[in-house]
């Protein structure tokens, strides 16, 4: 059974640009949550996607939105993109409540 | 507010020995806690967890113990590998589904 994969892996942006990252979980799982992680910060909770509705959200500003398709893939897009955003931004999915969660490889975004 | 904390940001051990590390976690209501192990260049890779009507777990070379009454929780390694060598994280879950990580413990394996 294949994991859950990212795409990109890398990528570099400028400032003010917009991002979009994607996520395909592993088959079966749907929920999918995003997390960034940052040396100074670490892991981060961004934000939950279950049967495509956002089901809890973390502390970051409006520029960073998500969404979750019928498959279950997902998508977090970055607006107006700050040097700050540059980390790594992981996608992570799980059956359903209760069960163990699986992170991605990450998709890692450099903003210059 | 939330958070949980590791106590060593780096542990040093010779193969073959058995490592411990520790977490402390604040938020009493969390009730699903987590060990990852994550590789330079990769994501988090679970390692085991445990909830919170448990005190013990064991998975193979390694063992999760929780400690409710003072909000600890440890990940024992058995006969530490090379290959063991990354960074640590452990993390909680209360009823929100989202997971607080702490900050990552480093772990060092001398050959």
């Known amino acids: 059974k294949a994991g859950v994969t990212q795409t990109p892996r890398y990528l570099i942006k400028t400032r003010g640009q917009q991002v979009t990252l994607s996520c395909s979980p592993i088959?079966?799982?749907?929920?999918v949550s995003w997390y960034q992680q940052t040396p100074g910060q670490g892991l981060q909770f961004l934000f939950e996607y279950f049967s495509e509705t956002q089901r809890n959200k973390g502390n970051f500003p409006g520029r960073f939105s998500g969404r979750q398709f019928s498959n279950s893939r997902s998508e977090m897009n970055v607006s107006t993109l700050e040097l700050g955003d540059s980390a790594l931004y992981l996608c992570?999915?799980?059956?359903?409540?209760?069960?163990?969660?699986?992170f991605g490889e990450g998709s890692w975004l450099t903003v210059v | 507010g939330e958070s949980v904390g590791l106590h060593l940001p780096t542990l040093s051990v010779q193969e073959g020995d058995n490592s411990i590390i520790n977490c402390a976690y604040s938020?009493?209501?969390?009730?699903?806690f987590i060990w990852y192990k994550q590789e330079s260049g990769k994501g988090p890779q679970f390692i085991i967890d445990?909830?919170?009507?448990?005190d013990k777990r064991q998975g193979q070379r390694v063992t999760v113990l929780l400690n409710k009454t003072v909000k600890h929780l440890s990940l024992q390694i058995a006969a530490t590998q090379p290959g063991d060598s990354a960074v640590y994280f452990c993390?909680?879950?209360?009823?929100?589904?989202?997971?607080?990580f702490g900050q990552g413990t480093t772990l060092q394996v001398k050959p």
């Open positions: 993390a909680e879950m209360g009823n929100t589904g989202k997971l607080i």
């Open positions: 088959s079966g799982h749907r929920s």
């Open positions: 992570a999915s799980r059956q359903g409540s209760g069960n163990t969660i699986y």
């Open positions: 445990i909830r919170s009507n448990m």
């Open positions: 938020n009493s209501a969390s009730d699903y």
